[in-house]
Nanobody, 118 residues
Framework: QVQLQESGGGYVQSGGSLRLSCVAS????????IGWFRQAPGKTREVVCK???????FYSESVKGRFNISRDKEKNTVYLQMNDPKSEDTGVYYC????????????WGQGTQVTVSS
């Protein structure tokens, strides 16, 4: 089993910056891709970005060029650097990981709230 714990959420002004962290524990070797998802009030959960074990990254069009995902394997931590956030980036941010072979996220963190004020 894998546990994911997010931190770093809070309030940020639009145009500022915020960094989220996700620490993984447990059966780390079973983890494949790790990503960040978010859910805004009244909307469905959506993918923000992902990073593979080889360091290949994927970003949704809405955050491309503003957000950066990185992975520190020694610390079992994935980061989401949010630069120039906008009010539409407000939501609960979840860290999620694929299990080897699953192809979809099977491990989820509890989420951390990010509120962007204009």
């Amino acid at each position: 089993q894998v546990q994911l714990q997010e931190s770093g959420g809070g309030y940020v002004q639009s145009g500022g910056s915020l960094r989220l962290s996700c620490v993984a524990s447990g059966s780390i070797s079973s983890i494949n891709d790790i990503g960040w998802f978010r859910q805004a009030p009244g909307k469905t959960r959506e993918v923000v970005c992902k990073i593979t074990t080889d360091g290949v990254t994927f970003y949704s069009e809405s955050v491309k060029g503003r957000f950066n995902i990185s992975r520190d394997k020694e610390k079992n931590t994935v980061y989401l650097q949010m630069n120039d956030p906008k009010s539409e980036d407000t939501g609960v941010y979840y860290c999620a990981a694929d299990r080897l072979g699953s192809g979809v996220p099977v491990y989820w963190g509890q989420g951390t709230q990010v509120t962007v004020s204009s």
